[in-house]
């Protein structure tokens, strides 16, 4: 890419309860034990009854634009990507722009593409800050997303979010290529009007998860003309805590370099925010020179990567306004099933 | 509430847009046409500036609401708060993020982005600002303490309680 683009700053944005995988089991009459260690996640994140992907991504943008030093006015876009947009019809994006107080003079949308929708942001900001259509371009990815009772989904599924501000200067990232993978694979999806999705099961991993972030990887490092040993830092998307262990496994990644960018098995999996807050994770603890590698995947499928270098100003750039991801990581009030049940809508009250 | 009305307060609700007497300085939220502390209303005239508050400020008075106002049915019992804002207007405010026997005057608080309420399950969603705690270098306070093994067995040591009765 001619014009160097990157990210300029970033914020993540996971909530307070958390849920482990023994709790949910022993309501369902299932080995949660085993559970969560099939899926290598230890516990997830719930919502407040007042949080969803608007409040998720607000928080995480508003982190950003302070860390940043940026001026919401000189944002000309912003992109949320999600499956649980509050609305089926109204953009969560504009509540987000008059929120963070970048309203009336910019363009935004939300996005979809199960888990990529976030990815995609990034893409489409990457574009027009480099043709100079915008000065900058915000893409978040934020999912407050829900299994169906007793499904095996409702062991990882969990909500958070992370917002990246693209632009072109004063970088503390540079993104120096993109790539893409597209099919079209039924893994997962959810109809209109249904309130939980609906998965392939088994289907759901070797030609769907596998086989797009392998290709997209692969892709990437070949047009990067990169190795894996060429990386300090690899993030994936994480739909569990076992899939992207193995997936950098068999590009040749090491679990050193998978480190900070696995957060599933601490908040589980945040769809949209996942690949992002993985980023997040890696940035927060990243020095300058560091070269990172990210995958995303999004079922239906697709996956979007990034070869991505970390500049010098990463040092004196203010990390620790609001919190890290770490605290996200190790911090949290548990819930019982019951409280969950509860906050999540799972309870029918009468009358309605 | 109508959507126009709600529609209307939205710089108030969402950013905390307030206004500040450039005669005098004084803050206030929300915006008034006039200055009252000024001694001459007059001379406030035409000077009245928009400022949006910092978010940042202090518990000054708290209550624990038990019998929850419609739609915060699901967060009963919560804390409803005086917050006396950095910059000096007292405004009232949920305190979310913590649980309600730490709350205490004094405690330091940061505007957070909330969902208020909804018009039921067809209509328009409300969001705006609730409060939670800080800390010092101007970020929030940690989501909370470690998960301990001990608050994870009290959890599960309930569900198990409801599962029995
Ligand atoms: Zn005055």
Redesign the interface.
């Given at each position: 890419m001619e014009q160097k683009v990157g990210i300029v700053s970033y914020g993540a944005y996971v909530p307070r309860y958390r849920i482990t995988p023994q709790e949910i089991g022993q309501v369902w009459g299932t080995d949660g034990t085993a559970m969560g260690k099939g899926l290598n996640v230890v516990r997830k994140s719930v919502p407040s009854p007042d949080e969803d992907t608007i409040t998720i991504s607000t928080e995480a943008l508003r982190i950003a634009l302070t860390r940043g030093k940026i001026n919401p006015h000189d944002i000309g876009a912003i992109y949320v990507g999600s499956e649980s947009h509050p609305y089926a019809v109204k953009p969560t994006a504009t509540v987000v722009a008059q929120a963070v107080g970048a309203t009336p003079y910019l363009t935004a949308a939300d996005f979809e593409f199960a888990c990529k929708a976030g990815t995609a942001a990034i893409q489409t900001c990457m574009g027009m800050v480099a043709s100079r259509m915008i000065t900058y371009g915000v893409a978040i990815g934020a999912d407050t997303s829900q299994g169906a009772p007793g499904d095996a989904l409702e062991y990882s599924a969990s909500a958070g979010g992370a917002a990246l501000v693209i632009g072109r200067e004063n970088l503390i990232a540079e993104i120096n290529a993109t790539e893409s993978f597209t099919t079209d694979t039924p893994d997962f999806w959810r109809r209109e009007g249904q309130r939980y999705p609906s998965h392939g099961g088994r289907f759901t991993g070797e030609p769907a998860y596998f086989r797009h972030v392998g290709e997209c990887g692969r892709r990437m490092m070949e047009r990067a003309q990169t190795e894996p040993k060429d990386y300090q830092h690899v993030v994936f998307h994480q739909p569990n805590g076992k899939f992207p262990q193995r997936i950098g496994k068999s590009l040749g990644f090491s679990e050193a370099q998978m480190k900070y960018g696995l957060v599933t098995p601490w908040i589980g999996n945040t769809y949209s925010g996942a690949a992002l807050i993985g980023l997040a994770n890696v940035l927060d603890h990243a020095k300058g020179g560091d070269r990172v590698l990210v995958v995303g995947y999004g079922s239906g499928a697709g996956s979007d990567a990034f070869d991505v270098t970390v500049t010098d100003r990463i040092e004196s750039y203010d990390r620790n306004h609001g919190r890290q991801v770490q605290e996200f990581l190790d911090g949290g009030v548990p819930l019982s099933y019951a409280m969950y049940a509860k906050y999540r809508g799972k309870i029918h009250l009468g009358g309605s | 509430m109508t959507v126009a009305r709600f529609w209307r307060e939205?710089p108030r609700r969402?950013?905390l847009g307030g206004n500040r007497c450039s005669a005098c300085t004084t803050v206030y939220f929300p915006p008034r046409a006039v200055c009252p502390t000024c001694q001459k209303h007059r001379q406030s005239l035409g000077k009245m500036e928009p400022f949006?508050l910092s978010g940042d400020g202090e518990v000054f008075s708290f209550t624990l609401v038990h019998e929850a106002a419609e739609g915060f049915?699901?967060?009963v019992p919560y804390v409803l708060a005086l917050i006396k804002t950095t910059e000096g207007p007292l405004l009232t405010g949920q305190i979310?993020?913590i649980?309600h026997e730490e709350v205490h005057i004094g405690m330091r608080v940061r505007a957070?982005?909330?969902?208020?309420r909804e018009d039921g399950?067809a209509g328009v969603?409300h969001?705006g600002y609730?409060f939670s705690p800080a800390r010092e270098?101007?970020?929030?306070e940690?989501?909370?303490?470690?998960?301990s093994q001990e608050?994870?067995a009290?959890?599960?040591a309930?569900?198990?309680g409801?599962?029995r009765t």
């Amino acid at each position: 890419m001619e014009q160097k683009v990157g990210i300029v700053s970033y914020g993540a944005y996971v909530p307070r309860y958390r849920i482990t995988p023994q709790e949910i089991g022993q309501v369902w009459g299932t080995d949660g034990t085993a559970m969560g260690k099939g899926l290598n996640v230890v516990r997830k994140s719930v919502p407040s009854p007042d949080e969803d992907t608007i409040t998720i991504s607000t928080e995480a943008l508003r982190i950003a634009l302070t860390r940043g030093k940026i001026n919401p006015h000189d944002i000309g876009a912003i992109y949320v990507g999600s499956e649980s947009h509050p609305y089926a019809v109204k953009p969560t994006a504009t509540v987000v722009a008059q929120a963070v107080g970048a309203t009336p003079y910019l363009t935004a949308a939300d996005f979809e593409f199960a888990c990529k929708a976030g990815t995609a942001a990034i893409q489409t900001c990457m574009g027009m800050v480099a043709s100079r259509m915008i000065t900058y371009g915000v893409a978040i990815g934020a999912d407050t997303s829900q299994g169906a009772p007793g499904d095996a989904l409702e062991y990882s599924a969990s909500a958070g979010g992370a917002a990246l501000v693209i632009g072109r200067e004063n970088l503390i990232a540079e993104i120096n290529a993109t790539e893409s993978f597209t099919t079209d694979t039924p893994d997962f999806w959810r109809r209109e009007g249904q309130r939980y999705p609906s998965h392939g099961g088994r289907f759901t991993g070797e030609p769907a998860y596998f086989r797009h972030v392998g290709e997209c990887g692969r892709r990437m490092m070949e047009r990067a003309q990169t190795e894996p040993k060429d990386y300090q830092h690899v993030v994936f998307h994480q739909p569990n805590g076992k899939f992207p262990q193995r997936i950098g496994k068999s590009l040749g990644f090491s679990e050193a370099q998978m480190k900070y960018g696995l957060v599933t098995p601490w908040i589980g999996n945040t769809y949209s925010g996942a690949a992002l807050i993985g980023l997040a994770n890696v940035l927060d603890h990243a020095k300058g020179g560091d070269r990172v590698l990210v995958v995303g995947y999004g079922s239906g499928a697709g996956s979007d990567a990034f070869d991505v270098t970390v500049t010098d100003r990463i040092e004196s750039y203010d990390r620790n306004h609001g919190r890290q991801v770490q605290e996200f990581l190790d911090g949290g009030v548990p819930l019982s099933y019951a409280m969950y049940a509860k906050y999540r809508g799972k309870i029918h009250l009468g009358g309605s | 509430m109508t959507v126009a009305r709600f529609w209307r307060e939205t710089p108030r609700r969402y950013n905390l847009g307030g206004n500040r007497c450039s005669a005098c300085t004084t803050v206030y939220f929300p915006p008034r046409a006039v200055c009252p502390t000024c001694q001459k209303h007059r001379q406030s005239l035409g000077k009245m500036e928009p400022f949006t508050l910092s978010g940042d400020g202090e518990v000054f008075s708290f209550t624990l609401v038990h019998e929850a106002a419609e739609g915060f049915e699901m967060q009963v019992p919560y804390v409803l708060a005086l917050i006396k804002t950095t910059e000096g207007p007292l405004l009232t405010g949920q305190i979310v993020d913590i649980s309600h026997e730490e709350v205490h005057i004094g405690m330091r608080v940061r505007a957070a982005f909330r969902k208020l309420r909804e018009d039921g399950r067809a209509g328009v969603i409300h969001y705006g600002y609730k409060f939670s705690p800080a800390r010092e270098n101007g970020g929030r306070e940690a989501v909370a303490s470690p998960v301990s093994q001990e608050a994870l067995a009290r959890a599960a040591a309930r569900t198990q309680g409801t599962a029995r009765t």
